[in-house]
């Protein structure tokens, strides 16, 4: 049985920064790509950064160049490094073991954690 557990968020101010973790249980992280999704109230559900198998990793346009994805194999967990942190990243994020990864780079969510909060005060 899969278990994606998150922690790591809470509330800070804008310009501050937050390391995400999500520890996995159930299956080698390693061998799968990976994500993290937010969603924010009234919004859909959105994938922010994924880590392949191999290692790389690719970002929504939004979070490109403040937010890092990264993965501890060792721990069996991923991580999501967020600086210089804005308003609008104010969400649940949520870790995504994906389903599946084409060779084009998409991403299909599998299994889900249970989400943690994020809220950026201006």
């Known amino acids: 049985q899969v278990q994606l557990v998150e922690s790591g968020g809470g509330l800070v101010q804008a310009g501050d920064s937050l390391r995400l973790s999500c520890a996995a249980s159930?299956?080698?992280?390693?061998?799968?790509?990976m994500g993290w999704y937010r969603q924010a109230p009234g919004k859909q559900r959105d994938l922010v950064a994924t880590i392949t198998s191999l290692g790389r990793t690719d970002y929504a346009d939004s979070v490109k160049g403040r937010f890092t994805i990264s993965r501890d194999s060792a721990k069996n967990t991923v991580y999501l490094q967020m600086n210089s942190l804005k308003p609008e990243d104010t969400a649940v994020y949520y870790c995504?073991?994906?389903?599946?990864?084409?060779?084009?780079?998409?991403?299909?969510?599998?299994?889900w954690g249970q989400g943690t909060q994020v809220t950026v005060s201006s």
């Open positions: 159930g299956m080698i992280i390693r061998f799968n790509a």
């Open positions: 995504n073991a994906a389903k599946a990864y084409s060779e084009a780079g998409t991403y299909s969510p599998g299994y």
